[in-house]
């Protein structure tokens, strides 16, 4: 059965510090997405990236980072220089792939406090 | 677009009751599904959908019901709510094997 780990349950971080959200996953597919989603304190969930199996070069976007790899199981989110807005649960996710579409596996979610 | 929409925003129950969530989408997109949000368990998948007429059970699908009778159109139903059901609940939808879009929630409250 496919697992998603995010040990984190809660960060606080000073505003302008690097935060780093582990995420670690299990699965017996060899073609699978991981996402990490956002959600803040309004509710919605924010997509933030979908990165597939056989793609593990790390993606920057601003002051986001992941870092994907296979050998550890491990898909880590760096937010560098953390600002207040940044303060919302996020959730690691991985897909089972089914035909047609796709069934998503959540993380308990980490929650991240940044302080001014 | 509209994206996912999702009806009510928040509903409170008398054990026993029933109703329906509505979901819609506006993308032409195949794939819907439900999960609901519970505290220190992220989201768990309930029911999804491949396309109308198409419908399959998640993780944690007693107690629900769905079908899909048009490709805009996802509900869901509690026949006979309970406490355990009280959760947040959203509705996602995307094209097949692509990334999922999620609606905006509606908060149940089971009393």
């Known amino acids: 059965a496919q697992k998603v780990t995010q040990a984190q349950t809660e960060i606080s971080v000073v505003e302008k510090e690097d935060v780093t959200l582990d995420c670690v996953y299990e699965?017996?597919?060899?073609?699978?997405?991981l996402f990490w989603y956002k959600q803040p304190p309004s509710g919605e969930l924010v997509f933030l990236i979908r990165?597939?199996?056989?793609?593990?070069q790390n993606e920057i976007s601003g002051r986001y980072s992941w870092n994907f790899q296979k050998s550890t199981s491990s898909f880590n989110f760096t937010i560098t220089a953390s600002q207040v807005v940044d303060s919302a649960v996020y959730f690691c996710?991985?897909?089972?792939?089914?035909?047609?579409?796709?069934?998503?596996?959540f993380g308990a979610g980490t929650i991240l406090r940044v302080k001014s | 677009n509209a994206g996912v929409t999702q009806t009510p925003k928040f509903q409170v129950l008398k054990t026993g009751q029933s109703m329906t969530l509505q979901c819609a989408q506006d993308?032409?997109?195949?794939?819907m599904s439900w999960y609901r949000q519970d505290p220190g368990m992220g989201l768990r998948l309930i029911h999804y959908s491949v396309g109308a007429g198409i419908t399959d059970q998640g993780e944690v699908p007693n107690g629900y019901n769905v079908s899909r009778s048009t490709t805009e159109d996802f509900p869901l139903r509690l026949l006979s709510a309970a406490p355990s059901q009280t959760s947040v609940y959203f509705c996602a939808s995307s094209y097949p094997q692509e990334t999922q879009y999620f609606g905006p929630g509606t908060r149940l409250l089971v009393l």
């Open positions: 990165r597939n199996s056989f793609d593990e």
């Open positions: 699965t017996r597919d060899t073609t699978y997405y």
């Open positions: 996710a991985l897909s089972e792939a089914v035909e047609y579409g796709n069934k998503l596996v």
């Open positions: 993308m032409n997109h195949e794939y």
